[in-house]
């Protein structure tokens, strides 16, 4: 079975600071890891993946998340918040190319963004 | 946007009653997935299908049904309804079931509220 972890289910950061949201995942075969973004009433949005190969991956509007197997971890990073940053973020695994593709996601974190 | 267009936007129904909600996915994608986002329960996945075909399921009740039609559309159907369905129901779609390919574009969402 999968399972993902986001730790802390809100985070507030000041606007050009380091913003870190962590995510741990279980996975009993190697794994597809995603982040996706949702800002209010909106869908989700990719943000990045990680597959396979190059285990830093980079994303849109800046963000980039380091696959770490030892860790069982995928936590997302962006150098400098923007107050557009402000949003729901989700970590998601899924099976890899062995299954069927279905998503299974963390809690989600909200990320704020003070001025 | 991401292509995939879901209707409707809103649905306010009773305890009891029926409802379908539509999904048409990117233009050349075979699988629709259904996802649930609730304030108790998170995001969760309910059901797949691959080219008309069911291929997978998650913690969707019996209540609750789907199919994707030969056009490619899906329909999420939704009966005897409970308090406890209110939530945003998600489609997603991707070009294939599983692989490397398999990066999911999600709908706007259709919220359902049942009084």
């Known amino acids: 079975a999968q399972s993902v972890t986001q730790l802390g289910s809100h985070v507030s950061v000041s606007e050009g600071a380091l913003v870190l949201l962590r995510c741990n995942y279980s996975s009993s075969v190697p794994p597809y890891l995603f982040w996706y973004v949702q800002y209010p009433n909106q869908g989700l949005q990719l943000l990045l993946k990680y597959t396979t190969g190059a285990t830093l991956v980079k994303g849109i509007n800046g963000f980039e998340a380091e696959f770490k197997k030892s860790e069982t971890s995928f936590h997302l990073t962006k150098p400098s918040a923007h107050m557009s940053d402000a949003a729901e973020y989700f970590c998601a695994v899924s099976g890899g190319a062995s299954n069927t593709g279905k998503l299974i996601f963390g809690q989600g974190t909200t990320l704020q963004v003070k001025p | 946007d991401s292509g995939v267009t879901q209707t409707p936007k809103h649905l306010i129904t009773a305890t009891g009653q029926r409802v379908t909600l539509r999904c048409s996915p990117r233009s050349g994608d075979l699988s629709v997935y259904w996802y649930q986002q609730s304030l108790d329960q998170g995001l969760q996945f309910l059901i797949q299908y691959y080219n008309g075909e069911e291929r997978a399921k998650g913690n969707i ?8 039609f030969p056009d490619l559309h899906s329909e999420l159907n ?22 490397v390919a398999n990066e999911q574009f999600f709908g706007p969402g259709t919220r359902l509220t049942v009084l």
């Open chain 2, 61 to 68: 009740l019996e209540r609750f049904s789907a199919q994707q």
């Open chain 2, 78 to 99: 939704l009966s005897s309804l409970e308090l406890g369905d209110s939530a945003l129901y998600f489609c997603a779609s991707s070009p294939e079931a599983v692989g």
